[in-house]
């Protein structure tokens, strides 16, 4: 008996947390903010789960990525890794984009490292479908 409310248990808390990254990858779509991620690979991750508003880093310095998005964009989402390089590539873009005058939303990001174990967005895909 404590065997089969213990099963029920555990399929519950994985269909709650199906459900919390779904309507995380929904919230992170409407927002309409210009994502900012490191790579390709994080770009197709995000994409796969439906969200396009994404743009990578690629290989121009920082500050001239920073001042081309600080020219059409008034808030953007920095979903760089949760590793150590990821952690201060975050805290450079946040402080270029707020030099600019971009507001910086570090809900998505916080979110996620929260309330999963991620340490690389390129993952986001694969943790999505080992959850469903």
């Known amino acids: 008996m ?10 519950n808390e994985k269909r709650e947390k199906i459900e919390m990254l779904e309507q995380w990858a929904a919230a992170l779509e409407e927002r309409a903010s210009l ?3 490191e790579g390709k690979k ?4 995000l994409a796969s789960l439906g969200v396009v508003h994404v743009v990578t ?6 500050y001239s990525i920073a001042e081309k998005i600080a020219s059409t964009e008034k808030e953007v989402v920095i979903l760089t890794d949760f590793d150590a390089q990821g952690r201060i590539l975050y805290h450079i873009l946040k402080e270029l984009f707020e030099r600019l005058g971009v507001r ?3 809900f998505f990001r916080l979110w996620l490292r929260r309330h999963t174990n991620l340490s690389h967005i390129e993952g986001i895909a694969t943790y999505f479908e080992h959850h469903l």
């Open 2 to 11: 404590a065997l089969k409310k213990s099963l029920r248990r555990q399929k």
């Open 35 to 37: 994502i900012v991620v």
């Open 42 to 45: 994080d770009k197709a991750a």
């Open 57 to 62: 880093l690629g290989k121009e310095p920082l």
């Open 104 to 106: 910086v939303d570090p």
